[in-house]
């Protein structure tokens, strides 16, 4: 599955801690980090991914709220 710049992006600035206001961008964010972290090879990419991922769940529990 081919990923689309804006994706790549979105992805690259929640590994920076830039994460979006808005539900529904999270969790597509969310789906695509979860297939990036399926195919990472290093045991540091995954932990990185892993943590930007509990940072995003985290961000939308709260606009939940």
């Known amino acids: 599955m081919e990923i689309s710049e804006e994706a790549k992006?979105?992805?690259?600035?929640?590994l920076n801690g830039k994460l979006s206001d808005n539900?529904?961008?999270?969790?597509i964010v969310q789906?695509?980090?979860?297939?990036?972290?399926?195919?990472?090879?290093?045991h540091g990419t995954y932990k990185q991914i892993d943590k930007a991922m509990?940072?995003?769940?985290?961000?939308?529990?709260?606009?939940?709220?």
């Open 9 to 14: 992006l979105d992805m690259k600035n929640a």
């Open 23 to 27: 539900y529904d961008e999270l969790k």
């Open 31 to 42: 789906e695509n980090l979860a297939i990036k972290k399926a195919e990472a090879t290093s």
């Open 54 to 65: 509990d940072k995003i769940t985290h961000k939308m529990n709260k606009l939940k709220a």
